[in-house]
């Protein structure tokens, strides 16, 4: 419409019933001055509307029924001197964030901006509100990567600066290694280590050296090291298969500055067997308990002491604590009330330890010390879970639950309820873990699923002010 007017100066548009301003509105009035929509019912601007408009040194938009105004949509008002925005009623939540720092920036002469809401900001000026920045971000987790094969445990680990995960595969008699490239942006091949029915893929960096146990219903388990002239993982070290039957889980820790693993076997013949790296190799150092079908073991710092939780189907948890005179784990006390327990993990939050108590029937747990024992903040129900994974990105704390009869939920701690609520769902088959990878400043976690696809789902931030 203006297209053959470029040298127009003035332009009024006042009290007509204008309800929306779309991109380019004003193509070819590349000289235009001053622009006046008064008294309209203006509705939407949208984010190109003045484009174009360089000369623009005054523009009012007053009395009309905005509420949000689009981020940037006066970025191309270079010569902008003042803007009027009378008459209208701003929504002061995210949408207005950009608004609000872009009053705190500009040289231009704007008007009072007045909220209509939130209710704590009812008629008061976008000026005075005190902040959006933790109002105006959310986070979410999308699928990145589908790895097309079962899996049942998955461990990360840093070698040189890049980062690796090792995936147990059961059903492919697989332990494979992924590396992340760094071009491609995802997760690829690296290295295979075969056996038979693994179950748990577990890294242990030992200065330069790189070790994985490979833990393995039938045919003992074993250790191997990445050979750097082979360039892959040769077998290293055997465990002996009367300690181990039935692996469950592999749990790594430090005392000391030396080096332990713990097995959790969970067969009625096997031991909980605890293992120690002695300069050549991995040793048999303290068989925990016989007879209880331990399912998980993990390693944690209570008041600055080490100890063991072990998770069993046949009794409560019970907690070993390190002895320092006789360098062994010793019964120390249990969680009460707390049966047939698939799995505890462990986790710290503004300086509180936490730890959270898988169970398949039956609520699950988190539970918090309180210098004394650890007491339940909150149950979450789980039927048919086989883990409650705790993890977190970015001062965001979550607990993946997975079930084998519903989707999977994710938790997301609310700081002012002190609990964790649902945030999200995901479908995953017969989930087995959930392990969170970082790298590049990229946020992820594994998805690893007994009878499916496993899945890379990536953390995002979203800015809801765009």
């Known amino acids: 419409m203006f297209s053959h007017l470029p040298s127009l100066q003035l332009l009024l548009l006042n009290s007509n019933s204008f309800t929306v301003i779309r991109d380019d ?24 509307a003045f ?36 008459g209208n009623k701003f929504e002061c939540d995210c949408k207005a964030k950009w ?9 231009s002469t704007v008007s009072d901006v007045l909220c209509i809401g939130p209710a704590e900001y009812q008629d008061k000026k976008l000026n005075d509100v ?30 040189k600066n890049d980062v690796f995960v090792a995936i147990a595969q059961p059903s ?26 693994i179950v748990g893929c577990k890294a242990i960096l030992v200065g330069d050296q790189v070790f994985v146990v490979v833990a393995q219903l039938f045919g003992g388990s074993h250790i191997y090291k990445y050979d ?58 303290q068989s925990l308990h016989e007879w209880f079908r331990d399912t998980d073991a993990e390693f944690l710092d209570i008041d600055g002491k080490s100890h063991l939780i072990l998770s069993s189907r046949s009794q409560v948890p019970i907690i070993l604590q390190w002895n320092k005179v006789s360098k062994k784990f010793v019964p120390h006390s249990e969680i009460p009330n707390m049966e047939d327990v698939l799995a505890v993990k462990s986790f710290r939050m503004q300086d509180n330890l936490y730890i959270t108590l898988t169970r398949f029937i039956g609520d699950s747990r988190v539970m918090k010390w309180n210098s004394k024992q ?49 945030f999200k769902e995901i479908y995953v ?38």
């Open 130 to 159: 005190t902040s959006f920045d933790y109002e105006c971000t959310t986070t979410d987790f999308v699928v990145h990567q589908i790895l097309p094969y079962q899996s049942v445990s998955v461990d990360t680990f840093n070698s």
């Open 25 to 48: 509105a004003f193509a070819g009035l590349f000289h235009l001055e001053y622009l006046f929509i008064e008294g309209n019912k203006i509705e939407t601007i949208s984010r190109n």
């Open 51 to 86: 484009r174009g408009l360089r000369d623009l040194t005054h523009l009012s938009l007053a009395n009309n029924h905005l509420k949000a105004l689009p981020r940037d949509v006066f970025s191309d008002l270079d010569s902008l001197i003042e803007l009027d925005l009378r």
């Open 99 to 107: 608004l609000f720092l872009w009053l705190k920036m500009t040289n």
């Open 429 to 466: 088959q017969a989930p087995r873990s959930f392990t969170a990878v970082s790298t590049d400043r990229r946020d992820f976690f594994f998805a690893s699923s007994f009878k499916g696809n496993t899945q890379i789902f990536e953390h995002i931030i979203i800015d809801l002010s765009l």
């Open 228 to 285: 750097e002239s082979w360039t892959k993982f040769v077998k290293f070290q055997d465990i002996e298969v009367s300690r181990i039957s039935k692996p469950n889980d592999i749990e790594l820790f430090e005392i000391d500055s030396e080096m332990f693993f713990v097995i959790a076997d969970s067969s009625k013949a096997g031991l909980s067997t605890v293992y120690k790296w002695n300069n050549k190799g991995f040793y048999s150092y």
């Open 172 to 197: 492919m008699e697989n332990c494979m290694v992924l590396e992340w490239d760094h071009i491609e942006m995802n997760f690829r091949s690296y290295d295979n280590i075969t056996g038979q029915s």
């Open 374 to 422: 650890f007491v339940e903040i909150q149950a979450l129900p789980s039927r048919g879970a086989m883990t409650l994974q705790p993890f977190s990105f970015k001062n965001n704390y979550y607990l993946a639950l997975g079930s084998d009869y519903t989707f999977s939920q994710i938790y997301q701690w609310d700081g002012e309820k002190k609990i964790f609520r649902l």
